[in-house]
């Protein structure tokens, strides 16, 4: 199973780190988490397409994990795509995609009506709802979601995938919470967000204190983050959804190591991690 991070960024701008977005692969199967602001140009930088991907899991449906939705779906019927969407979410997903297509109904009617191209189902999905916790395969990967914390975001989920006898978890946003630290436990790779708090005075002139304050609380800290991968006893850290996008990434492990034990791995966009 390869792990490769497509967007290991935030809400914030940064051309180095596009938005939230993981692709899962095996030799069949093809699973992509997160459709964050730039998606489908990192997917063609990666050397995979829209018209490939088996299934499209979202953690949330915050805009950095959820923006580029009808971009992905539009680039995969360019694309040739000659099969469904298939789309697990969270409860709302369903509304949500909805109402993305009614917006763009009228553009989309005529396109087709013009292009004529050979397949139209590239533009057609079906939406699965998450319930609590649950299992789903998809081909030779099997994926455990559960609810993660990042309240007041009222559904924001976890996931672990599991392919022949390894395991993956991407924590999704989330302050740190049982729920991760159970369902993480004896990852071979725990993929975690971060929050850099020590960094974010760079930035204070951009934000108030409630909004630096509130941020933080849901999400989790550079102080805890070891301490998470730790306790869940995961063979490597790897960090992501860098807020803010800059910062000293040798502090940041220094920091990390004093928990972990380990050095974290700093993921980049397009980072690879065979599992
Ligand atoms: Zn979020
Ligand atoms: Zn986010």
Redesign the pocket.
Known sequence: MKLTLLGTGCPSIDYKRCGSSNLITTKKTNILVDCGSGVTQRLNESGNTSADIDALFL??L?S??VIDLYQLIISSWHSDRDSIWRIYGPKGTKKFVDQIFVAWKSERELRISYEKRKSKKALKYKVYEFHKTGSIAINDIKIKYFEVD?KP?KF?YGFSFFYKNKKLTIS??TRPCESLMQNARNSDVLLHEVFIEYEMNKTSKLRTKNTLHNVKE??TPSNLVGKVAKLTNCKKLVLTHFVPTRFNALRLKKIVKQDFGKEPIIGEDLLTINI
């Open positions: 953690t949330h915050h950095d994990h990042h975001v924001a999704g946003d849901y999400h």
